[in-house]
């Protein structure tokens, strides 16, 4: 198993709301893809490859947490019809006539990028990065 860069303690931390049942398994793929984010990244690692500089990693914790909370609700609405989608709002006008619905998200197993949030927290660290031609 690879890096985790948080805990469902510190998701509830994040979030305050109680972590998803499905924590772990969240925070393991959101810690996935904040290891793809920053594959060109330069920061010193402790043996066991985390970040060794207490700001990085804790950049690292708040954008796993940042991506968690964006999937939760999504996950939520696929198991429960009456809970919010969160996704991207859909409208059609026609003169006068104007109609808006909740369009489906992305699911969440299918999602493979970072949230906005998750980014902006990433960047805001202010790594070097390398670059490879």
């Not at 925070?27 to 490859?49: I, K, N, P, Q």
């Not at 060794?52 to 609700?73: K, L």
Request: proline share 8%.
């Amino acid at each position: 198993m690879g890096r985790v860069y948080a805990t469902p303690a510190e998701l509830e931390a994040f979030t305050g709301e109680p972590a998803p049942s499905n924590a772990e398994r969240l925070l393991a793929r959101a810690s996935r893809l904040v290891d793809l984010a920053m594959r060109a990244a330069v920061y010193e690692t402790d043996a066991s490859g985390y970040p060794s500089d207490e700001d990085v990693r804790d950049g690292f914790r708040e954008a796993v947490c940042a991506q968690v909370d964006v999937w939760a609700p999504r996950l939520a609405a696929a198991t429960d019809p009456d809970a919010a989608a969160h996704g991207p709002w859909t409208t059609v006008s026609a003169g006068a006539i104007s109609f808006s619905r909740h369009s489906a998200p992305t699911p969440v197993e299918d999602d493979d990028r970072l949230c906005v949030e998750a980014v902006g927290i990433l960047k805001a660290l202010g790594l070097p990065t390398v670059v490879c031609s």
